[in-house]
């Protein structure tokens, strides 16, 4: 299976370790990611501003996949959404269609609204499936404690993104739970980084980043893995500028899903990128890797446990 | 004597010129004026910066760097290879077809004779070389073109100074190809190379004549096609012996052999030698004035993008020295070849189309802040285009790393952007997640929150709050907004207890004005103004709880996006003051 790679902005300049991880680990289970360079911002900056300049650039985007006559893959949950929410609204008005088209046609583009939007984790959760990724594990994390973010965008508004139970999502949760990590229960799991306040109201956006690192400390992580790439650049390069926090052992490091993924099917850790991560430091590594065991006998001790207990 | 003052001039006009072009690398410069960034950086004092940057790197390993950049970058020019191979043939083609040319054949007295002890123009590889130079040049030439036109629909902006620099070019060539086809047919120059290098008996000059006529497209008044076979042999004998030495066949020349076609009706009209003259006169004027046109164009880049591909190689865009940040700038702004290549690879290109604003696209913006730098822009109409077309930017900084000219766009439009925002307009796009980027990059702080706090100010003054209001409110008469979901709402206020901005304040209502169910509240009763004065619109997360958790369907983050943008609307259609 091959999919249009939509990055966006963020990724190629700021998170290249997240594109590269993502691919390394869909590589694996024969999914090939194409680079697309045609590709434009997913418009999602603009929101605030204007509806219009909001929807056209993940019009233009849908239209060169669909020329391409291949499905887009995307990573950052906001491009997910906005090109969710731009198929979604085109859906419904097929005059906003026409009149945006109508910018389109002069670099013979059209969209005609039979590209699919998926998130990566859809397509490892759906396409490959849970079983197929334990199939290929060669590790498996034992007592390392993650707090996941979810990130408002893939999960919220669901008739939008429809990709998974906006209140109880399982997918992100499921994977997960194929590396051995343990998934702790926390207070803004599903809640707001701040990012979309940031440059706007510092103050107020840099407050719900706090919250989210003190509820995920508190409630014992070793790292946190967010799910967008704009929790990620909060979490990982806003975290460092915050004031007063200076100091790097207080930090909660970052570690991204395909990152942890990666390990446990064997993926270098130099290709997964885990030192660009800039909350994480060498003594980190060691760590997440000393975590590392053989997938097999984790499971032989699952049953035994489960005996014992009946 | 003619071409001696000519030369003169156009060598006056070209120096006159570059000094101008290189004394703004040491006096302009773009950053914003307030006192932090205040500091004494005087012609001399950049000056000298730059010279110590230049020392710095010669007398250390950076000098391989240098070295390197030389061949890849300035030679093989990798930058433009790797974006486009059409890109790198075009300029491939005129760059090493015009330096040649300019070094063999208009240096051809200097270089050529003491580089080859027996160059003659008129031998071959030499007559060969000049035509193949000119057409290489020419295809270029053509590709770039035709690379301005097709891409056209993907924002490629083309100006008159665009155009004119490739017909220029174009022009060198071609006049030079009729002047050397005028040549060719030209009967009184083959009679003076007759009378100068052979002594021929009348015989030998008639068969000489027909075979130059034959074979080197001579167009004689006595002699004409066609000839007899053996008088061609003799004449090829004669050839052999009295011109061969000097002069190759003209078929060599085959470009210009085929222009003759061109020039024999202006031979036959003006006289040969009139003629000549002619297109001498439109070779060397065309050239001369290139010359003296040069620093003044965009073909000033010959000069200023190398110093700018081996500062990029050298430096990596991170300049500590403040005034070498500024001269990079402006060698950055003056390497600059308006080719485009940015302004296609712009992330932002669809919002151009949305926003109709030209600056949105970094090839333009580039060409007004070459105004701008020079303190010669003072429109505000512009000025406030520029400011919002700085601010509609993704900060994917592919413009930096696709320009061919390696300049640092980045940080010239971080540095433009907070200087326009400092002496501008309350910018509105500033209120958009275009800031995001920008608060995490952390540059100019002070000067982001004093900007900033300017358009807050401006959204509080515009609208009506709650906390004016002196008369009980009463019933609109209608509502704006779109979506009327809010219809739904009845006050459970479900939404304000599960929004993590109110929960951040300790009184929720004086820092957000109106609380989300109030908002669909006043919605309901019409006051569509209270709804956008509120600041609860503005420190909506958007994180989509309220509208996920409303029993009633009321789409509250959707209410608070199209707000935001009528909001907006309203202040851009009011005019900013």
């Known amino acids: ?79 997910f959404a906005s090109l969710q929410k731009a198929k979604n609204t085109l859906t419904k008005d097929s005059k906003l269609k026409d009149e945006l088209n109508s910018f389109l046609v002069k670099e013979g583009l059209q969209y005609k609204g039979c590209v699919q939007i998926k998130h990566y984790l859809t397509v490892l959760y759906e396409e490959i499936g849970t079983e197929q990724i334990r199939k290929q594990l060669v590790n498996r994390f034992k007592d390392l404690n993650i707090s996941v973010i979810h990130g408002c965008h893939i999960l919220r508004p669901r008739e939008i993104t429809t990709f998974d139970d906006s209140f109880v999502p399982k ?22 980084c701040g990012a979309a306040l940031a440059g706007i109201n510092d103050e107020l956006s840099r407050k719900l980043l706090k919250e989210k690192i003190t509820g995920a400390q508190t409630a014992g992580a070793d790292f946190i893995t967010p799910i967008c790439s704009y929790c990620h650049l909060q979490f990982d390069t806003t975290q460092r500028n915050l004031d007063g926090d200076k100091s790097s052992d207080k930090l909660l490091p970052v570690l991204l899903y395909p990152q942890l993924l990666g390990l446990c099917l064997g993926i270098d850790e130099q290709r997964l990128g885990i030192e660009q991560n800039s909350t994480i430091n060498a003594d980190d590594v060691q760590r997440i890797k000393s975590l590392l065991g053989p997938p097999v006998e984790e499971k032989k001790k699952r049953k035994k446990k489960a005996a014992t207990a009946a | 004597m003619n071409f001696n003052i000519l030369l003169g001039l156009s060598v006056i006009v070209c120096l006159i010129g570059l000094f101008f072009r290189l004394s703004i690398w040491f006096s302009q410069g773009i950053r914003p004026s307030t006192p932090s960034h205040k500091s004494n950086l005087n012609v001399g004092s950049r000056m000298s910066a730059a010279i110590q940057g230049v020392f710095g790197v010669i007398f250390s390993s950076r000098i391989l760097l240098v070295l390197k950049s ?54 071959n590889p030499f007559l060969f070389l000049r035509n193949l130079f ?44 009729l002047l050397e086809g005028s040549k060719i047919s030209s009967f009184s120059i083959y009679e003076d190379m007759v009378e100068e290098y052979a002594s021929l008996d009348e015989e030998e000059a008639r068969a000489l004549e027909a075979f130059w006529v034959q074979e080197n497209g001579v167009v004689s ?10 008088l061609i042999e003799q004449g090829r004998e004669v050839n052999s012996d009295s011109c061969i030495d000097c002069h190759a066949s003209n078929r060599a020349a085959f470009a210009s052999f085929a222009m003759a076609k061109i020039t024999r009706p202006f031979s036959a009209v003006l006289g040969d030698s009139a003629s000549v003259t002619l297109f001498w006169y439109l070779h060397i004027l065309a050239c001369l ?28 865009d991170e300049l500590k020295e403040p005034a070498n940040v500024l001269n990079s700038q402006m060698i950055g702004l003056s390497a600059c070849t308006h080719c485009g290549s940015c302004s296609i690879e712009c992330s932002s290109g669809m919002f151009y189309e949305t926003f109709q604003n030209d600056f949105i696209l970094p090839s333009e913006k580039v060409q007004y802040l070459k105004k701008f730098a020079a303190n010669k822009e003072h429109d505000p109409a512009i000025i406030k285009r520029m400011q919002q077309g700085l601010y509609v930017c993704t900060s994917c900084d592919r413009c930096t790393t696709v320009c061919p000219s ?93 929004c993590p901005v109110v929960r951040s304040y300790e009184d929720p209502t004086e820092a957000l004005g109106l609380l989300p169910h109030q908002i669909m509240f006043s919605l309901g009763i019409g006051n569509v103004d209270l709804a956008m004065g509120a600041q609860m619109i503005w420190s909506c997360s958007t994180c989509y709880l309220c ?31």
Not at chain 1, 6 to 12: K, L, R, S
Not at chain 2, 151 to 165: G, I, N, S, V
Not at chain 2, 551 to 575: H, M, R, T, W
């Open chain 1, 1 to 79: 299976m091959k999919y249009a790679f939509f990055q966006g902005c963020n990724i190629p300049i700021r998170i290249q370790q997240y594109a590269t991880s993502t691919e390394a680990v869909l590589n694996k289970f024969g999914i090939e990611l194409i680079e697309v360079p045609d590709f434009n911002c997913c418009g999602y900056p603009a929101r605030n501003v204007d509806e219009k300049a909001y929807l056209l650039p993940s019009v233009r985007n849908m239209a060169i996949a669909e020329k391409m006559g291949r499905d887009i893959l995307v990573i950052c949950n906001c491009c």
């Open chain 1, 171 to 192: 997918i992100t949760e499921e994977l997960l739970d194929t590396t051995g990590v343990t998934s702790l229960d926390w207070r803004g799991k599903l809640e707001c």
């Open chain 2, 70 to 123: 030389i061949f890849v970058d300035l030679l093989f020019q990798k930058r433009i290879f790797d974006k486009s191979s059409l890109r790198w043939t075009a300029h491939t083609l005129i760059f090493v077809g015009f330096v040649l040319l300019f070094f063999m054949h208009a240096l051809g007295t200097t270089v050529s004779d003491s580089l080859f002890n027996d160059y003659q123009p008129t031998l």
């Open chain 2, 134 to 177: 000119g057409v290489m040049v020419l295809a270029g030439v053509g590709i770039a073109v035709f690379r301005r036109i097709s891409l056209k629909p993907q924002r490629m902006k083309t100006y008159a100074t665009d155009w004119a620099a490739l017909v220029f070019v174009g022009v060198i060539i071609l006049s030079g190809m």
């Open chain 2, 221 to 230: 008044p006595n002699a004409a096609k066609p000839f007899d076979a053996e």
């Open chain 2, 289 to 316: 004035s290139f010359l003296a046109w040069l620093p003044f164009s965009k073909m000033f880049h010959i000069l200023a993008a190398p110093v700018s591909l081996i500062i990029k190689r050298v430096t990596g």
């Open chain 2, 406 to 498: 390696g300049i640092n766009l980045k940080e010239l439009f971080v540095s433009s952007r907070y200087s326009l925002l400092d002496a501008g307009d309350p910018e509105t796009t500033m209120l958009s997640h275009f800031s995001f980027p920008l608060a995490l990059a952390q540059n100019f702080v002070d000067d982001h929150v004093k900007a900033l706090k300017k358009v807050t100010d401006l959204f509080k003054n515009n609208f009506q709050h709650l906390t004016d209001l002196t008369s009980p409110i009463t019933l609109g008469k209608s509502t704006t907004v779109v979506n009327n979901s809010y219809k739904g709402c009845f006050s459970c206020q479900r939404c304000t207890n599960i």
């Open chain 2, 547 to 577: 509208q996920e958790h409303c029993p009633n369907q009321v789409e509250l983050c959707d209410i608070f996006y199209s707000l935001k943008n009528d909001a907006i609307n309203k202040i851009e259609a009011g005019g900013s003051s």
